[in-house]
């Protein structure tokens, strides 16, 4: 008997062996053909490439906030079919070589959608538009989509900036304008576009005033400013640079309106008198970031964005977080859904398929629609930029008033 009872155990365990060991090669085929558990559907990484230092880096955090809160409130949704967003980020010293290589080494860990912060950072892609891997900014100005076939920008273009301007020195009978702005590339596309457009509009430029971004004392710019004759300065910033230009403009008690861009709300201008930023500071913004009269945000999501996730994690304060950088990764999972995954070419087929021959696509909210195009990748509406005063509601921080 105790013989049969061994031989009974020994059996089973033969059959129980034989069932482990097609289970384990029916999960193995399972996997070899693309079918995978929960567990091992791995996650979908993201590559942040810009500056982490230096004046410049103002812009980077609120985009890294936006990214990485996007991607908290998708995970927790259960991802993308199945598959979590991670960010990773790295900092290229504000170099587009260290650009092209941080893109390499993020490749390097199977990394195909990229975030460039800046111009040079998209300009750097150049030897990777080969469709091996999709990349996403938010920049003033238009790359031309034959050299950049895989770049796609959430940002309006510095033309509707200075369009906006130019209407607003229309109304007030400002013609006599001087261009002030620094040397870096991204900033001297205004230059280009003034230009073009100020002589259409019978404005003279009496005034080029470049500066290095590093700059620390804007007391003699503010002399030349006086100097010409000027009666409106539009001026073109980001960061600390933009702190001190508006606070030697205020010391040296200069009494012209200052038309600014995109970037010029990114100083931290605390230090500035209030006063004075009511009376002349203007710069140019998205309706996502403007108050109506009554002093709420104009786009009611964006406000509830503002006050669930970013005051609450980042404090009462302005350049935290959404806007267009939240309209970017809501564009990112939008086409990853669309393409069925992480495929560079059909993911820039479907943001082409939002061409203004159809009903465009809104990734967050109405009347903010992208139209993207075989030959347009720059897909912000011009009729949500708006030039708005540099000051707003305490209540809103980041958040300001329209100009008229």
């Given amino acids: 008997m105790r013989f049969l009872a061994r031989h009974r155990r020994s059996r089973t365990r033969r059959v129980v062996s034989g069932v482990v060991?097609?289970?384990?090669?029916?999960?193995?085929?399972?996997?070899?053909?693309?079918?995978?558990?929960?567990?091992?559907?791995?996650?979908?990484?993201?590559?942040?490439?810009?500056?982490?230092?230096?004046?410049?880096?103002?812009?980077?955090?609120?985009?890294?906030?936006?990214?990485?809160?996007?991607?908290?409130?998708?995970n927790k949704q259960g991802g993308v079919k199945g598959q979590k967003l991670?960010?990773?980020?790295?900092?290229?010293?504000?170099?587009?070589?260290?650009?092209?290589?941080?893109?390499?080494?993020?490749?390097?860990?199977?990394?195909?959608?990229?975030?460039?912060?800046?111009?040079?950072?998209?300009?750097?892609?150049?030897?990777?538009?080969?469709?091996?891997?999709?990349?996403?900014?938010?920049?003033?100005?238009?790359?031309?989509?034959?050299?950049?076939?895989?770049?796609?920008?959430?940002?309006?273009?510095?033309?509707?900036?200075?369009?906006?301007?130019?209407?607003?020195?229309?109304?007030?009978?400002?013609?006599?304008?001087?261009?002030?702005?620094?040397?870096?590339?991204?900033?001297?596309?205004?230059?280009?576009?003034?230009?073009?457009?100020?002589?259409?509009?019978?404005?003279?430029i009496v005034l080029e005033q470049r500066y290095d971004p590093a700059t620390t004392d804007f007391s003699p710019i503010i002399t030349r400013v006086k100097q010409s004759g000027a009666d409106c300065v539009m001026v073109f910033n980001v960061g600390t640079e933009g702190t001190r230009f508006y606070s030697a403009a205020a010391a040296a008690g200069l009494q012209l309106p200052l038309l600014g861009g995109y970037g010029?709300?990114?100083?931290?201008?605390?230090?500035?008198?209030?006063a004075f930023l009511n009376k002349y500071g203007f710069f140019i913004t998205t309706t996502p970031f403007l108050l109506d009269a009554k002093g709420n945000p104009v786009l009611k999501k964006y406000g509830a964005l503002a006050r669930s996730i970013?005051?609450?994690?980042?404090?009462?304060?302005?350049?935290?977080?959404?806007g267009s950088g939240w309209n970017t990764p809501a564009g990112m999972v939008w086409a990853i859904r669309k393409a069925g995954g992480v495929d560079p070419a059909k993911m820039k087929a479907a943001f082409e398929s939002t061409a203004r021959a159809t009903s465009g696509v809104a990734f967050v909210a109405r009347p903010l629609v992208y139209h993207f195009s075989k030959s347009y990748h720059s897909g912000y509406p011009p009729s949500q930029v708006a030039l708005a005063h540099l000051y707003?509601?305490?209540?809103?921080?980041?958040?300001?008033?329209?100009?008229?």
């Fill in 86 to 204: 991670q960010l990773l980020t790295k900092d290229d010293g504000f170099s587009p070589a260290n650009a092209l290589q941080a893109v390499r080494d993020f490749e390097g860990q199977g990394v195909k959608i990229f975030y460039m912060q800046y111009e040079y950072d998209a300009r750097a892609t150049t030897p990777l538009q080969d469709g091996s891997a999709i990349f996403f900014t938010a920049v003033p100005p238009i790359l031309d989509v034959k050299d950049f076939p895989y770049v796609f920008n959430f940002f309006p273009p510095n033309k509707y900036a200075m369009l906006k301007n130019v209407q607003y020195a229309k109304r007030h009978g400002l013609n006599k304008i001087a261009l002030v702005t620094n040397t870096t590339a991204q900033f001297q596309a205004y230059f280009d576009v003034a230009h073009d457009m100020l002589p259409k509009n019978n404005m003279s």
């Fill in 310 to 322: 970013f005051y609450h994690k980042y404090g009462l304060k302005a350049n935290v977080g959404q």
């Fill in 21 to 74: 060991v097609v289970l384990v090669l029916v999960a193995s085929i399972l996997v070899g053909a693309g079918f995978t558990t929960h567990k091992q559907a791995g996650v979908i990484k993201v590559g942040w490439v810009g500056p982490l230092s230096g004046s410049f880096a103002a812009a980077s955090a609120p985009t890294i906030n936006s990214l990485k809160e996007y991607f908290n409130v998708i």
């Fill in 264 to 274: 010029n709300a990114s100083a931290d201008l605390s230090s500035v008198p209030q």
């Fill in 392 to 404: 707003g509601s305490p209540k809103w921080p980041g958040f300001y008033y329209g100009a008229k």
